[in-house]
């Protein structure tokens, strides 16, 4: 019994490995790093500042194939309708490339979050999670948002001891039955 359950086990493994790695050839990669944002002037509106910077946006393709125009876009900081084209660009397998925008207007004061969202530009081109995605970033200091680092890891690793020893009760139960 062990070992068809072994077998069965081994089996669903290397199945699974073989589906990762043949949907992985020939596929895109794209990733965004932190953008550099330079504040190109500041200029008072009634009571409002506005800074208006200029992003530098880094867009690696880590995968075996190469993108055909891919648009970037990043949501309104300032909580405005809609998002705002960035720039588009082809991107070459292994290449790095940087998408700059200038002139962006911020009205919002202090650290604020930088949405950035990518997909082709053809809506002909299948929006698949290799060509397209999101990313956010931190632009002008820190936010206030609470985290909680190793929560995660903590609540799985109390589940796997809460189930460890449910089911030695339940074993040792059952052998003096």
Aim: glycine share 10%.
């Amino acid at each position: 019994m062990h070992t068809r359950t072994f077998l069965l086990l081994a089996g669903s493994l290397l199945l699974i490995v073989g589906m990762l790695s043949a949907n992985a050839v020939n596929q895109p990669s794209i990733t965004v790093l932190q953008p550099q944002a330079i504040v190109a002037n500041t200029r008072q509106v009634g009571d409002r500042l506005i800074r208006n910077y200029t992003f530098v946006l880094t867009v690696q393709n880590h995968g075996s194939a190469p993108t055909e125009d891919i648009t970037f876009f990043v949501a309104d900081p300032d909580g405005g309708p809609g998002n705002i084209t960035l720039g588009n660009c082809s991107i070459k397998a292994g290449e790095s490339k940087q998408v700059t925008k200038t002139d962006f207007p911020v009205a919002h004061q202090g650290a604020f979050y930088f949405n950035v969202t990518w997909a082709p530009t053809s809506e002909k081109s299948p929006h698949i999670a290799d060509n397209s995605g999101s990313a956010s970033f931190i632009i002008g200091g820190t936010t206030n948002k609470k985290s909680t680092p190793g929560f995660e890891g903590a609540a799985v690793i109390l589940s796997l001891c809460i189930a460890a020893l449910l089911y030695r009760k339940r074993f040792r139960g059952s052998r003096s039955s």
